[in-house]
């Protein structure tokens, strides 16, 4: 039998356990609350509620977006202001369109399990040229170097823009743990941003290490109850040189340009 000092000496010991924990959990919590951001709502624009939007990217102050779904899927220009399609071109019925983004003055869009992605002419949407890679295609941005692709996973890769050739993959972590579902992407002064499929909130990733950075919360941003199981938010653009960010989804009403106060 323990004799009784011994006894209150274990449990001093599992209470400075109990409270380490605690302390650990309660600095964990913190630092989650220090890395998300809210987005806050400064325009709202019309978009297409009939666009499955799976790629979105702006240029000259000009809208472009891919949509989805087989037998409905395209690649589109936009007046932002008013959401009118300025020109469209419709992709075949055997393509989903996936990923889109605006590399030297000619635009790149991703299809999903097809492995073929398609380089257009800005002006006249005229195919230049079709590429190859592996896997599925999800999100698409660029560094000013290299295309960088997502499929689904924790894996981003970086692919060389003449070969098409993976030079440079990273894994998504947070603590350590695998980041999934990377959907479309953007890259923003030096960060890669992605929605994170069937969630309000953007990843904001280290391009070199893949650590995440940040959280973007645009949880109250379209309320889940005025949309389908579907209906998820999707789509990143950021206009470089005028400094407007913006966001919207699948068959969402609209297209809304936000900022992040504390970036």
Do not use: C
């Not at 823009?161 to 002064?189: H, M, W």
């Not at 959280?215 to 579907?230: F, M, N």
């Amino acid at each position: 039998m323990f004799a009784l000092p011994s006894i209150r000496r274990l449990i001093a010991a599992a209470l400075l356990v109990a409270i380490s924990v605690l302390i650990a959990w309660a600095q964990l919590d913190s630092t989650r609350d220090q890395n998300r951001l809210p987005g806050t709502v400064v325009a709202t624009y019309p978009h297409d509620p009939s666009a499955f939007t799976q790629g979105l990217t702006v240029n000259k102050g000009e809208i472009y977006e891919s949509t989805g779904q087989y037998g409905n899927s395209s690649l589109r220009r936009t007046e932002l202001e008013t959401g009118r399609i300025e020109k469209i071109v419709e992709l075949s019925d055997h393509y989903f369109g996936e990923g889109i983004t605006v590399f030297r003055d000619q635009l790149y869009q991703l299809t999903w399990r097809s492995r073929i992605g398609f380089i257009y002419d800005l002006e006249t949407f005229d195919v230049i040229d079709t590429f190859q890679f592996s896997g599925e295609g999800w999100g698409l941005t660029n560094d000013s170097e290299y295309l960088i692709i997502s499929d689904g996973s924790s894996s981003i890769r970086f692919l060389d823009p003449e070969t098409f050739s993976v030079i440079k993959r990273i894994s998504v972590r947070e603590n350590n743990l695998s980041v999934t579902q990377l959907n479309e992407l953007e890259y923003v002064d030096g960060e890669i941003w992605a929605n994170i499929w069937h969630e309000d909130r953007i990843a904001r990733i280290s391009p070199r290490t893949g650590e995440i950075l940040g959280w973007i919360d645009l949880s109250g941003l379209y309320p889940r109850s005025a949309r389908g199981s579907e209906d998820v938010m999707n789509g990143i653009a950021f206009d470089r040189e005028r400094r407007r960010l913006f966001v919207t989804g699948k068959n969402w009403p609209s297209l809304f340009e936000i900022k992040i106060t504390q970036l």
